[in-house]
């Protein structure tokens, strides 16, 4: 592990049994404390008892004096010296890294030990978000079954998966716009965005009701005209026409 090269925001805190150090992520802010120096505490606190009780006798001194002898009480200060800063930093830094792309420091969360960069510039980032998905659905699903809902759920899932199955057989029998990818009806010559030629859905399907036609002029099914012209080459680039009066790629009117 890489020591990183400086510390992280903190804070320090104080609860009563001495000063101690927040550390925060760079990235979620999530917080890391170190222990308060209690040892240290109770020593100090011992010093300044025994120089109070030596120095009682002298009038308006004591306690003054006793101050000024064995420094702030620890208890209660809100100030850490380099050294006790670099303490407690010591004792939270295994749970971070530093990235060296942007040079924050994060908490392991936010940091893929893989590729030795934060999730954020991580060569993985795909992966990642693919594995919180995953992990998101399996949690969604477990806290659904605590609470007899899981038939929901995959009916839920089984509902949106066969909505966007449809959606993807409709794309195909659509005509699209070879350059703002515009879908419009089958048989739409130009495109009602920018005006370009539009590609003629290559699938050889029923435009209403999608059913396989196989070549016919008309539906089997419900007798819908098949007006999708078949598949053809452009004879200047040879490109795949789809059924377009012009080519997709060059322009040129086909016969």
Known sequence: MTTPSHMPRYDIRNDGAGPYAIFYCDVCGREFRSQPGVANAVLQDLGRRAASDFLRKIPLVGSAAAQSVVGEDPRYTMKMDESQLQSAWNQVQQHFRECPTCLRIVCLSDFDTQSGFCQEDSPRTSEIAEARGEQAGAALKGLA???????????????????????????????????????????????????????????????????????????????????????????????????????????????
Request: glycine share 14%; proline share 9%; with cysteine.
């Open 145 to 255: 079954s605590a609470f007899g809902l899981g038939g929901v759920i995959s009916e839920a899932g089984g509902a949106f998966k066969q909505a966007a199955q449809a959606a993807q057989r409709a794309s195909t029998q659509m005509a699209t716009c070879p350059k703002d990818g515009t879908l419009a009806a089958p048989g739409t010559k130009f495109c009602p965005e920018c005006g370009s030629p539009m590609t003629q859905p290559a699938s050889d399907r029923c435009p209403s009701c999608g059913a396989e036609v196989h070549g016919a002029k008309f539906c089997p099914e419900c007798g819908t005209k098949i007006e999708v012209q078949p598949l053809g080459k452009c004879p200047s680039c040879g490109a795949d026409a789809k059924g377009a009066k012009f080519c997709p790629e060059c322009g040129t009117k086909l016969s």
